[in-house]
């Protein structure tokens, strides 16, 4: 009969940069197998401390401490490169159109976007330059001018 012997977790720590090697006490994990750097002082088992879980692959690798910096919008997704005119503001006066689209495809799920667009989710919006205010003349009498994306509908509701 084969005897099989039983892995043990104890220290040391087998982390060469482990500030605290030789303490008996603590949690220990099994160094994975396979484990390709040099594991020092013939040890089996890893500290639960940060720097030598890393070092075994045991744990992600430190981050810079902070929130991370906002990543650009993708190309297909409305944001600073593509503004849709809010819906406080209205269409004052248009002096070029210069593009159209059909669908938002930057709010659509993937599998939407890979599929037939249905005739529910088409809506016509135009890059309108020109003129644009609140609704309300009283509120902002001069407006301003700009670009925005701007549905159809929008933009016929001065047309009598």
Known sequence: ?????????????????????????????????????????????TCKKAVCMRYFGLKPPKQKPGRKPNQRAA?????????????????????????????????????ERRNELPASSMRAEYVVHGWFGKKSLAEDKNGFAGAYWVPLKRICQGVG
């Open 75 to 111: 190309a297909e997704r409305p944001g600073k490169d593509d503004p849709c005119l809010p819906a406080i503001y209205g269409v004052r006066k248009i002096e070029e159109v210069w593009g159209e689209r059909f669908a938002n495809i930057g709010t659509m799920h993937p599998d």
């Open 1 to 45: 009969m084969e005897e099989t012997q039983e892995r043990v977790r104890k220290g040391p720590c087998g982390a060469p940069e482990c500030p605290d090697f030789d303490n008996p006490t603590g949690q220990w994990q099994f160094i994975p197998d396979g484990f390709d750097k040099p594991v020092v002082r013939d040890a089996t088992c």
